[in-house]
Nanobody, 120 residues
Framework: QVQLVESGGGLVQPGGSLRLSCAAS????????MGWYRQGPGKQRELVAH???????TYVDDVKDRFTISRDSAKNTVYLQMNSLKPEDTAVYYC??????????????WGQGTQVTVSS
């Protein structure tokens, strides 16, 4: 059994910062790529940032230069540092990871989501 647990969401004023964390636990053998997605009100879920096992990163255009994805492989954790937040960043943020577990082949896992609200 593998679980992803996010934390760090909340309410922040425009221009503020938040740091999201997502920790993987369970019968993990290897974690491959990890990513952060978001789903705003009335919108489809979209990829925000992605990091490979070799720590190559990609970002959706409207968060480049504001968000930074990183990972700590020793802690099985991925982070999303979000700076200069805008109201349009308001969404539920989900982490995703491709994981080989002890009992299954490689598959994608999702966290439960954490709410980020940017408002004055």
């Amino acid at each position: 059994q593998v679980q992803l647990v996010e934390s760090g969401g909340g309410l922040v004023q425009p221009g503020g910062s938040l740091r999201l964390s997502c920790a993987a636990s369970g019968s993990i053998i290897t974690i491959y790529a990890m990513g952060w997605y978001r789903q705003g009100p009335g919108k489809q879920r979209e990829l925000v940032a992605h990091i490979t096992s070799g720590e190559s990163t990609t970002y959706v255009d409207d968060v480049k230069d504001r968000f930074t994805i990183s990972r700590d492989s020793a802690k099985n954790t991925v982070y999303l540092q979000m700076n200069s937040l805008k109201p349009e960043d308001t969404a539920v943020y989900y982490c995703n990871a491709d994981i080989r577990s002890r009992y299954t082949g490689v598959r994608g896992y999702w966290g439960q989501g954490t709410q980020v609200t940017v408002s004055s």
